[in-house]
């Protein structure tokens, strides 16, 4: 079987589309939360805070704004239930480069993608 035949060329763009389409995020399902698992209470979204403002990249951004991390769990301590809790949701955007390393591996991808369509139907890639 020759590399530049037609059936040759149709197959690797059908697994190209095939391997993209795979990739994508499946549809989630809703489900009942069962009754022996408790919600986060206050206490755990504060544990969860407190353990966030030890780091020392947040420290120094405190301590950049004019705020010691005593003040600013003083300032968390006034907040509500609901907004405390909003809060410790999104702890998980403080990581530095948190999506970062996905975007870049989804670029290399994209490009390795590109390339090899490019190639499957005839075109010339040189990198210069």
């Known amino acids: 079987m020759k590399l530049d035949s037609p059936l040759v060329r149709i197959l690797s763009l059908y697994l190209i589309l095939a391997m993209l389409f795979l990739s994508l995020p499946s549809q989630g399902w809703a489900m009942f939360m069962p009754s022996t698992q408790a919600a986060p209470t206050r206490q755990t979204d504060i544990i969860a805070i407190q353990k966030a403002l030890e780091s020392s990249i947040v420290k120094q951004r405190l301590m950049d704004y004019g705020l ?15 907004e405390v809790h909003r809060f410790a949701g999104n702890l998980d955007s403080l990581e530095a480069g948190a999506d970062a390393i996905d975007a870049l591996i989804f670029l290399v991808l994209l490009a390795i993608i590109v390339v090899v369509v490019l190639e499957a139907t005839g075109h010339k890639v040189i990198v210069k």
């Open 68 to 82: 010691s991390p005593e003040e600013a769990m003083a300032r968390i301590n006034r907040l509500s239930d609901n």
